[in-house]
């Protein structure tokens, strides 16, 4: 099959765009790349395997999962809807202040740019890869998604600091539950959670299960618990040990030399590893125009420390999912000060 070519993002091992030569319709293209899947995969690994697999053996149906209604696509339950239309109403994140860097850019590092995550850090096994798809993008120039790239960024660590972390846990924390950066800030009520919305250990440097890299793996803000964490053995709280670490590895993490900034356009399809890779949401004028994003998860192969485990997130005695939790966990982890 010659129907694609491919081209690595800036040389980096970020990942790797695919561009289809041909005016096949959709389901053309699907019983081609059916027929000769090897083909497909192989312009992944020149990106020298950061992405190594597109699908794994489950897509999540979100309505089996601890997801409100609203956002899911009312046809096809393994959809995802990010929008500021209804029934969603989702806020974009709010601009970095001050909007800009000094030379004029878009900010992607931290802590001038919030929001840094991987889908789903808080649970265990977590997911392997997501897909993104722009039904409704926003105007270029706004709404961009910024992706940073593990891998470099824990090669690219000063040797002290990797032996630091080798063996070191984040704690990842469901939002909603009081134990975010900005709950904890605010003086929130720490909430009592059921068993499955517990915060989850995660290791600060993960091994991918296909190309045997080492990257590193935490959030920021919204996802990491700073009440008992964000860093376990280290000292907790918004203003302990822990959290001096995680933003001195979030700073190095989103470096210029890590990050790729994503221009939408209506169509695209960004197929993304959380294993190795964090991204971030940006502003866009939502009282002027509308988005509509989907997106879809895929899990099957975290890795030799998740071996047999059950999914954490789904409670075992027929539990509602979000139950004393609400909605409050889907506003936006990038409205910090």
């Avoid at 319709?25 to 090897?38: F, K, N």
Wanted: charged letters at 25%.
């Amino acid at each position: 099959m010659r129907n694609f070519t491919s081209a690595l993002f800036h040389d980096s091992q970020l990942g790797v765009r695919i561009r289809f030569n041909c005016e096949l319709e959709l389901e053309a293209v699907v019983h081609q790349l059916e027929a000769d899947p090897q083909r497909l995969l192989e312009e992944f690994h020149r990106a020298r395997g950061l992405i190594s697999r597109l699908f794994g053996n489950e897509v999540e149906n979100y309505k089996k999962t601890p997801t409100p209604s609203h956002m899911i696509h009312k046809e096809i339950p393994e959809i995802l809807l990010l929008s500021n239309l209804p029934p969603c109403e989702r806020p974009p994140p709010s601009k970095p202040n001050p909007p800009l860097t000094i030379d004029g850019k878009l900010p992607t590092r931290f802590p001038h740019r919030r929001g840094w995550h991987t889908d789903q850090s808080f649970r265990r096994p977590p997911p392997d890869v997501s897909l993104f798809y722009a039904v409704i993008p926003s105007p270029l120039g706004q709404g961009q998604t910024l992706f940073a790239d593990g891998i470099a960024a824990y090669r690219n660590l000063p040797p002290n600091l990797r032996t630091k972390i080798r063996n070191m846990d984040g704690l990842h924390a469901l939002l909603g539950t009081g134990r975010s950066e900005q709950a904890v800030r605010a003086g929130e009520p720490i909430q009592k959670l059921l068993p499955h919305q517990e915060s989850q250990r995660q290791p600060l440097v993960r091994t991918h299960p296909v190309t045997g890299e080492n990257a590193l793996y935490l959030c920021e803000a919204g996802q990491m618990d700073w009440h008992e964490g964000p860093i376990i053995g280290l000292e907790p709280g918004v203003n302990g040990e822990g959290a001096r670490l995680v933003y001195e590895l979030m700073a190095h993490y989103t470096k210029s030399e890590h990050t790729y900034v994503h221009e939408w356009q209506k169509g695209d399809l960004v197929i993304y590893d959380n294993r190795c890779l964090i991204h971030a949401a940006t502003w866009y004028d939502s009282d002027k125009h509308t988005r509509l994003m989907w997106r879809t998860t895929v899990s099957g192969n975290p890795g030799t420390p998740y071996v047999g485990e059950t999914k954490s997130w789904l409670p075992e005695d027929g539990t509602d999912f979000l139950e004393g939790l609400g909605d409050g966990r889907w506003e936006s982890a990038t409205k910090l000060p």
